[in-house]
C-alpha cells in the first residue's frame, strides 16, 4: 500500500541515536534532576536513580522502540497492527492512545516552561542578573511568571521553533535539527561543567552529590528515582515508539538503548555538575527546588566573572535540550494524523502544534489569573491542584506509569518470547534473558509501587 506521505525513516543509525537522545535529554535532566537530588539527599537519591533507571525504565524503553519497529507506524496504528498480527485484545490499544494523548497534554505544558527557559536566554544576554540578590531573583521569576501575555510570547516562540522542525519532516527537519543541535548541547554542558570545577564549591558540590549516605534513603527516595528515571528516558508517551518505527532492521535495538539510557544519565550528572559547585560557591540552597534553576542560579550568574555569558549559554542549553524533546512529543500525533489525513505534513503539524498552544494556555494561567483556581478541588487527590498541576500529576503519575506497566506486559507476556527474539536480533543471548525477566517481573512490580505511593499515599 502506498502512503500519501513522504516514507519516513532516519538516514542512518547516529540519526536515530541524536534524535532518541535528543528526546531523552530535556528539562528533566537539567531543570528537573538537580532540583530533585538536592531535594532528596543528594548521593543517595543519584545512586538510587541510576540503579532503577537500568532495572526499570531501561527494559521498557528497549520494549519500546522495539514495539515501534515491529509496527512501523504511529503508535496508535503500530499498536492496532500488532494486536490483529496476534489476536490480541482490542484493550492493548490503550497503549497507543494513552501514549498519543499524553504526549499532547506534555507537550502544552513542556512548551510553557520551555518558553520559560527561552525568556532567561534574553535576560541573561541583557545582563538583567547583575548583582542580583536572592530576594531580587525570586522577584524577577515571579514578575515573569505573572505576566500571561509575556509568558504566551515566549510559549508561542519555542512552539513555532518545535513546530518549524516536525513541519519539515523526519529527515529534513528532525534529524537536521538533532545532528546539529545535540553536539552543540553536549559542548556548552561540557564547558559548562569544566568552569564548574574551577569554583571554590566544587570540592562540596562532590561529596553532596555522590556521598552515599544510606539513612538518608527513605521509600519517598526510592519513589521519586523511579519516577524520574522514567520521564527522563521518555518512556511511555510514545515518543521512542514513533522513533522506532522510523529505524532500520538491522540496527541493534539493545544496544542503542543502553546508549540512549547511559547518555542521558550522564547528562544529568554533568548538569548536577554544572550546577552544584556554583550554589555552592554563592552559598546558596541546594534543596530550593524547581526554583533551582530559574531562581538560585541567577544569582550566581549575577556574580561571577563573565556570568552574562555563562548564564546565556546555560539558558541556550536549557532551551535547546527542551526543543530537541517537544518535537519527539509532537511527532507521534502528527505521524498520526498523517497516516489518517490526507492533508500536507506542514498543515497538521500547524494544526497540532496550535491546539497544543491553546491547552497550554491553561499552564500560563495557572502562574497568575488561575493561580487559586482548581479544576478538580471535588477530588480529594487534586484538592489544591492548579490546571498545570492537575496536567503534570495526571500525565507523570498515571498516565506514564499505567502506559509503561502495559507496554511491558504486552512485550512480555503477550508476544512470544520467540518472537522478541527474533525481533531484537538477540537469538540465544545472555542479555535477552535478563531483559525479559526485568520486563516481565521486576518492570511491572516497580511501576506498580510507584503508582500505588503516588496516588494512594
Ligand atoms: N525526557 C524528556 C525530559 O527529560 C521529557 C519527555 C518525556 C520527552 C517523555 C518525551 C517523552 O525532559
Redesign the pocket.
Known amino acids: 500500500m502506498s502512503t500519501p506521505f513522504a516514507p519516513r525513516q532516519w538516514s542512518s543509525r547516529f540519526a536515530f541515536l541524536m534524535a532518541a537522545i535528543g528526546?531523552?535529554?530535556?528539562?528533566?535532566?537539567i531543570w528537573?534532576f538537580p532540583y530533585l537530588a538536592g531535594e532528596n539527599g543528594g548521593g543517595a537519591f543519584i545512586v538510587i536513580y541510576a540503579i532503577t533507571t537500568m532495572g526499570i525504565a531501561l527494559p521498557i524503553l528497549i520494549s519500546e522502540i522495539m514495539l515501534g519497529r515491529m509496527g512501523k507506524q504511529s503508535p496508535i496504528n503500530t499498536m492496532r497492527k500488532l494486536i490483529a498480527e496476534n489476536k490480541a485484545a482490542r484493550f492493548w490499544t490503550l497503549i497507543g492512545w494513552g501514549g498519543t494523548i499524553g504526549?499532547f497534554i506534555?507537550l502544552s505544558y513542556?512548551s510553557v516552561i520551555g518558553g520559560w527557559a527561552l525568556k532567561y536566554v534574553e535576560l541573561a544576554l541583557t545582563g538583567a542578573f547583575a548583582g542580583e540578590t536572592n530576594a531580587a531573583a525570586a522577584e524577577h521569576f515571579s514578575v515573569f511568571v505573572a505576566d500571561p501575555y509575556s509568558v504566551s510570547l515566549w510559549q508561542t516562540l519555542f512552539l513555532v521553533f518545535t513546530i518549524g522542525i516536525v513541519a519539515a519532516g523526519v529527515t529534513s527537519g528532525i534529524e537536521r535539527a538533532v545532528v546539529l543541535l545535540m553536539p552543540l548541547l553536549f559542548f556548552l554542558l561540557v564547558g559548562m561543567a569544566i568552569y564548574a570545577a574551577t569554583t571554590p564549591g566544587f570540592g562540596k558540590a562532590m561529596v553532596f552529590m555522590f556521598a552515599f549516605e544510606f539513612d538518608e534513603v527513605t521509600p519517598g527516595t526510592i519513589l521519586a528515582a523511579i519516577g524520574q528515571g522514567f520521564?527522563?528516558?521518555?518512556?511511555?508517551?510514545g515518543?521512542?515508539m514513533t522513533y522506532g518505527a522510523y529505524l532500520d532492521e538491522d540496527a541493534s535495538i539493545g544496544r542503542s538503548a543502553v546508549i540512549i539510557a547511559a547518555a542521558?544519565t550522564m547528562v544529568a550528572l554533568l548538569a548536577g555538575i554544572a550546577i552544584f559547585p556554583l550554589v555552592f560557591t554563592y552559598g546558596l540552597e541546594p534543596s530550593s527546588g524547581p526554583g533551582l534553576t530559574f531562581i538560585t542560579l541567577p544569582i550566581a550568574f549575577g556574580t561571577i566573572g563573565g556570568g552574562v555569558l555563562i548564564g546565556a549559554a546555560f539558558f541556550l542549553l536549557l532551551s535547546v535540550?527542551?526543543i530537541t524533546?517537544a518535537i519527539?512529543?509532537l511527532e507521534p500525533v502528527v505521524a498520526w494524523v498523517e497516516e489518517g489525513i490526507r492533508l500536507p505534513r506542514k498543515w497538521l503539524a500547524l494544526i497540532v502544534g496550535a491546539a497544543a498552544w491553546a491547552l497550554g494556555i491553561g499552564t500560563v494561567l495557572s502562574f497568575n489569573a488561575w493561580a487559586d483556581f482548581y479544576p478538580l478541588a471535588r477530588f480529594g487527590l487534586m484538592a489544591d491542584k492548579t490546571v498545570f498541576d492537575v496536567l503534570d500529576f495526571t500525565t507523570s503519575n498515571i498516565v506514564?506509569p499505567t502506559v509503561g506497566l502495559l507496554m511491558s506486559l504486552f512485550a512480555g507476556w503477550v508476544l512470544s518470547g520467540a518472537m522478541v527474539e527474533e525481533a531484537l536480533g538477540a537469538r540465544g543471548r545472555l542479555w535477552f534473558r535478563l531483559w525479559r525477566f526485568a520486563l516481565r517481573y521486576i518492570a511491572p512490580l516497580g511501576v506498580v509501587s510507584i503508582f500505588v505511593a503516588n496516588v494512594l499515599m
Open positions: 528526546s531523552a535529554v530535556g528539562l528533566g535532566n528537573r504526549a506534555v513542556y520521564f527522563s528516558v521518555s518512556v511511555a508517551l515518543a521512542m542521558d535540550a527542551a524533546s519527539s512529543l506514564m
